[in-house]
Nanobody, 115 residues
């Protein structure tokens, strides 16, 4: 079994920054893909960024240049540094882990960008 626990969400003003963390526990294999997705009210869940065990990253166009994904393999933890936040970044952010054909989700953490 795999458990993902996110932290770091909150309320921030436009132009501000937040850093999300997601710690994975349980049966974690060395080769996996971790990432972040988000879901705004009334919208479908959408891709934000992913990172492989080897450090290869991929970003949605809407966050390129503003968000940075990173990971600490020794801690099975993935991070999302979010800078220059905009009101349209407001959403519940979900951590994901994919390994050996299985996918797992965290419970989500709310990010609200408002003045």
């Amino acid at each position: 079994q795999v458990r993902l626990v996110e932290s770091g969400g909150g309320l921030v003003q436009p132009g501000g920054s937040l850093r999300l963390s997601c710690a994975a526990s349980g049966s974690i294999f060395n080769m996996n893909l971790m990432g972040w997705y988000r879901q705004a009210p009334g919208e479908q869940r959408e891709f934000v960024a992913t990172i492989t065990s080897g450090g290869t990253t991929n970003y949605a166009d809407s966050v390129k240049g503003r968000f940075t994904i990173s990971r600490d393999n020794a801690k099975n933890t993935v991070y999302l540094q979010m800078n220059s936040l905009k009101p349209e970044d407001t959403a519940v952010y979900y951590c994901s882990l994919q390994q050996r054909g299985f996918g797992y989700w965290g419970q989500g953490t709310q990010v609200t960008v408002a003045s």
